[in-house]
């Protein structure tokens, strides 16, 4: 028999499991006879108890599992239900307020795994049957294991000074923490000092801005780094070590508890899609550049001239650089469809005698009061046309847009004095540099990429590592703030606490097997592994790893093993699955 286990009561060394299969209401029940599985497992050696409930992760649920711990001295409990991403911090916590070592629960996923992708009760019962014999095996040899915990420096990195990384190091502050507010560029704003205004309730975004700047003022804990850069990241959560360099070339260290990354946004590049002639031709502007020019700090006094005159025919392009796979950018946006209703808002007011067309693909308009924002728009004259617009080109001073209108069936052009090209959204320059830095992941689109999108969304996978606004992708100054708050609350949370736990879920070394041949330390992302090279063996640092399983796949002697997914572990569960 494997030893191993933690010590027993009385001494033992048998192992006593519970089984708790979910029907999770018709979910799992309607396609897998519950019941005989329950009675299959009640069958297995070393299984005490195997009940099936409606709902096991509902508070009688989580009574009736402590209940049977108690009474029946388990030391091992298997849950077949849903995906272990789901209710496990749940589970685990009611486990350990039974007295029972939360490591040494095993979750046997009979919902996505299987009653989800079969229609067949019979092959779905068998399938279930089998996924629960294997969890039982490796729980059999799973070993209790006790979380570290490593204090936390009460100090805050905030990555990027527009307004979403101001909201986050205004609310962390507020929260009596020090804040360390680093922007590259060398003043703050970000992509908010190029806007005019909002939508829908047209409000001056300077005006925004500014009381915003007035705030971080007032608040000594708040150093303001601008013109700086992060260079370099190391440590965990709760004891990073940030390297920041100034443009001046001048370096220093910062000692960092928590970490958000809003560094926003870029506009997509107009010259891109040359067929627009943005850059060739004078009257062809960008959405952004058509709000410095209505900005009474603008070149033009908030004026809106096309050399030297007033436009009587203006066209506003949407979609330019989103939803499109000629360039490579297959997502919406999100922003263009209210931000050029807006443009075509304060383009009615200024010239109320002008021709204003939009040229829409579709119209998202999903936020608070964008709807009636957007019917307003249309009842003030402003013409929406659907259809994608095949080209632009020259003719005389006109800048000749040819479109189809998709709802009539034809082709149109038309002689425009101003086109506008509402460019979409795209990931910061910096951020494929700033995610290699702090170890976090980019999406497909090129944003930072949260831990879930809805368990999760200012989380990554990195913890102590949060993201906040149009970082983690497209949206509008509500959302940014919105998103920012979270990220601050998140990142407080650790502070607040003064010490965070460290999962033991991680690496370790066999130094009696161990080789030295450092294969597993070139693998680590995280920089967990260090040679030793008194001993000539691999160790771990706990604090960094993060419990991936790279290094354990790569070592080819055995020595480095994830603690309860060791190899035996996994290779009686791939037995037990192959056999059935």
């Given at each position: 028999m494997h030893t191993g286990y933690p010590p027993f009561p009385g001494g033992r060394t048998q192992v006593r499991i519970g089984v708790y299969v979910c029907h999770c209401g018709r979910n799992i029940a309607g396609t897998v006879n519950v019941a005989e599985v329950a009675e299959y497992a009640g069958k297995i050696p070393n299984v005490v108890i195997a009940r099936d409930y409606r709902y096991v992760c509902s508070d009688p649920g989580q009574d009736l599992i402590k209940n049977d711990i108690a009474k029946l001295q388990l030391d091992r409990v298997v849950i077949a239900s849903c995906t272990p991403t789901m209710h496990q911090a749940t589970f685990m916590n009611n486990v350990q307020k039974a007295g029972l070592n939360p490591y040494c629960l095993e979750r046997a996923n009979i919902r996505e795994q299987c009653s989800w992708v079969h229609a067949d009760m019979n092959v779905a019962t068998a399938k279930a049957k089998s996924l629960i014999t294997a969890a039982l095996a490796r729980v059999s040899l799973s070993n209790a294991l006790v979380a570290s915990e490593v204090q936390v420096t009460p100090a805050a990195l905030v990555i990027g000074g527009g307004i979403s990384g101001i909201q986050a190091a205004l609310d962390i502050s507020n929260s009596g923490f020090k804040v360390y507010l680093v922007e590259k560029e060398d003043k703050l704003g970000g992509n908010l000092l190029r806007l005019n205004k909002t939508f829908p309730t047209m409000e001056s975004v300077p005006g925004i801005i500014n009381a915003k700047l007035e705030q971080?003022?007032?608040?000594?804990?708040?150093?303001?780094?601008?013109?700086?850069?992060?260079?370099?990241?190391?440590?965990?959560?709760?004891?990073?070590?940030?390297?920041?360099?100034?443009?001046?070339?001048?370096?220093?260290?910062?000692?960092?508890?928590?970490?958000?990354?809003?560094?926003?946004?870029?506009?997509?590049?107009?010259?891109?899609?040359?067929?627009?002639?943005?850059?060739?031709?004078?009257?062809?502007?960008?959405?952004?550049?058509?709000?410095?020019?209505?900005?009474?700090?603008?070149?033009?006094?908030?004026?809106?001239?096309?050399?030297?005159?007033?436009?009587?025919?203006?066209?506003?392009?949407?979609?330019?650089?989103?939803?499109?796979?000629?360039?490579?950018?297959?997502?919406?946006?999100?922003?263009?469809?209210?931000?050029?209703?807006?443009?075509?808002?304060?383009?009615?007011?200024?010239?109320?005698?002008?021709?204003?067309?939009?040229?829409?693909?579709?119209?998202?308009?999903?936020?608070?009061g964008h709807e009636q924002f957007h019917e307003r728009v249309q009842r003030s004259g402003v013409v929406y046309r659907r259809g994608a617009v095949s080209e632009i080109y020259k003719k005389g001073d006109k800048a000749v847009v040819r479109a189809e209108d998709s709802l009539i069936g034809e082709i149109y052009e038309e002689e425009a004095d101003l086109v506008v090209l509402a460019t979409g959204l795209r990931p910061s320059p910096t951020a494929a540099e700033i995610a290699k830095t702090l170890n976090i992941s980019l999406g497909a689109d090129g944003f930072f990429l949260e831990a879930h999108p809805k368990l999760g969304p200012v989380e990554t996978t990195t913890d102590g590592i949060y993201i906040a606004g149009c970082a983690a992708g497209p949206k509008d100054i509500t959302d940014s703030i919105?998103?920012?708050?979270?990220?601050?609350?998140?990142?407080?949370?650790?502070?607040?606490?003064?010490?965070v736990k460290r999962e033991p879920l991680v690496a370790?070394?066999?130094?009696?097997?161990?080789?030295?041949?450092?294969?597993?330390?070139?693998?680590?992302?995280?920089?967990?592994?260090?040679?030793?090279?008194?001993?000539?063996?691999?160790?771990?640092?706990?604090?960094?790893?993060?419990?991936?399983?790279?290094?354990?796949?790569?070592?080819?002697?055995?020595?480095?093993?994830?603690?309860?997914?060791?190899?035996?572990?996994?290779?009686e569960m791939i037995d037990i699955l192959v056999g059935s």
């Open positions: 971080l003022k007032d608040i000594p804990n708040i150093e303001v780094l601008t013109g700086t850069e992060v260079s370099s990241v190391s440590g965990y959560i709760g004891n990073f070590k940030v390297k920041v360099k100034q443009k001046a070339g001048e370096e220093s260290e910062l000692e960092i508890g928590t970490i958000i990354v809003a560094t926003g946004f870029e506009a997509f590049d107009a010259k891109l899609k040359p067929e627009l002639g943005y850059g060739a031709y004078p009257n062809v502007l960008t959405a952004l550049e058509l709000e410095q020019m209505a900005s009474l700090s603008g070149p033009t006094g908030g004026k809106i001239l096309i050399g030297g005159k007033e436009p009587k025919n203006i066209v506003l392009i949407q979609c330019v650089g989103s939803r499109d796979k000629t360039v490579g950018v297959e997502y919406c946006s999100r922003v263009c469809c209210m931000f050029t209703a807006k443009q075509a808002a304060y383009l009615r007011e200024a010239l109320p005698d002008a021709k204003i067309t939009i040229c829409y693909i579709d119209v998202r308009a999903f936020g608070k919105s998103q920012a708050h979270a990220a601050a609350i998140k990142a407080s949370i650790p502070m607040f606490r003064g010490m370790q070394i066999d130094e009696g097997v161990c080789a030295g041949c450092r294969l597993c330390e070139n693998i680590c992302e995280y920089g967990a592994l260090v040679f030793d090279d008194e001993r000539k063996v691999m160790t771990v640092n706990q604090a960094l790893c993060r419990g991936c399983g790279a290094c354990s796949g790569t070592c080819p002697s055995g020595a480095n093993q994830l603690r309860n997914t060791a190899k035996r572990q996994i290779f």
